[in-house]
């Protein structure tokens, strides 16, 4: 919705496009460098905005000459925790989500989590369930989301370089229990886990040290708004932080 007020506001939206760094003239950032259908292209504006994602702005900043993006950061890792309950009938409709649970002190969230068929499938294949892989209909599931330490690396190319700590494994082992109480009640049976995954990645350009409270870089006129700003360790849904920020980076623009 917001791009498409953009575009009609008149701002020019190229797709499939490739953000390889930023061009700067001095301490002023200038335009980005892209790459399309294999061709190098430059765009140039006042004002430049970073956010290709926890991941992409820092391999974007690091190309620019901002050495420190990419380190020390969350992906906010989970688990599913599965069990099969005779004679229900999870329909493919199900809605993931609709309920769940912030347990702060133990550091993770819980919630429901229904799957498509691939996904029922695969992730019971990645934990050597064959088992359960064609069981999608009598699957009752929860997701544990921990709030993990910030740590790791990310290479130039954006390669995930970052092992859980003790206390990360502690927090999901935790939540599984939890889990595993609550689908045996259920009448839930052949309960397991799946393997970790991780799909919050962020911190990598936090403000207060790549970025200053208004998101701008140490070059004069280059902003990053995504993720990658968010300061500490984080371990809950990202996205309505994310558009306040982008909201708050709009009017601050905006204003200047
Ligand atoms: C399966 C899944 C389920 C999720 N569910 C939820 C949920 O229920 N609630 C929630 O709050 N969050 C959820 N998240 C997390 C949420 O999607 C992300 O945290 C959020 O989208 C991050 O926003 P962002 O703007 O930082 O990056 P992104 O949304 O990843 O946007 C970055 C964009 O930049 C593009 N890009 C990257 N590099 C370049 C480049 N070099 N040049 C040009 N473009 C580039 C990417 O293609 C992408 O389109 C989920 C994530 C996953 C994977």
New binding site residues.
């Given amino acids: 919705m917001y791009v498409e007020e953009a575009v009609a506001n008149g701002a020019v939206l190229i797709n499939g496009?490739?953000?390889?760094k930023v061009i700067t003239a001095g301490k002023n950032a200038i335009g980005v460098e892209?790459k399309k259908r294999g061709k190098t292209v430059s765009a140039f504006a006042p004002k430049i905005v970073i956010?290709?994602?926890?991941?992409?702005?820092p391999?974007?900043l690091r190309a620019s000459g901002i050495q420190g993006a990419g380190y020390s950061f969350f992906f906010?890792p989970l688990i599913g925790v599965r069990g099969t309950v005779k004679d229900i009938d999870v329909p493919s409709s199900d809605i993931?989500?609709s309920a769940g649970v912030h347990l702060e002190d133990e550091g993770y969230m819980m919630t429901d989590m229904a799957h498509p068929f691939f996904t029922t499938a695969f992730f019971a294949a990645g934990v050597m369930r064959f088992d359960k892989m064609f069981s999608r209909r009598n699957t009752l599931q929860i997701m544990i989301k921990a709030k993990d330490n910030l740590g790791g690396e990310l290479t130039d190319r954006?390669g995930i370089r970052k092992n859980l700590d003790k206390l990360d494994k502690q927090k999901l082992r935790r939540g599984y229990e939890r889990a595993k109480k609550i689908l045996q009640n259920a009448g839930g049976k052949n309960i397991f886990k799946t393997g970790y995954l991780a799909?919050?990645?962020?911190g990598t350009v936090k403000i207060g040290e790549l970025v200053d409270s208004n998101l701008k870089t140490e070059y004069e006129n280059l902003y990053v708004?995504?993720?990658?700003v968010i300061p500490e360790a984080w371990g809950?849904?990202?996205?309505?932080?994310?558009l306040g920020l982008?909201k708050r980076l709009a009017k601050h623009l905006g204003d200047t």
């Fill in positions: 496009a490739k953000v390889k892209y956010s290709a994602g926890g991941i992409g702005s391999v974007i906010d993931p989500m954006g799909a919050h990645p962020g708004c995504d993720c990658s809950l849904p990202p996205t309505f932080t994310i982008g």
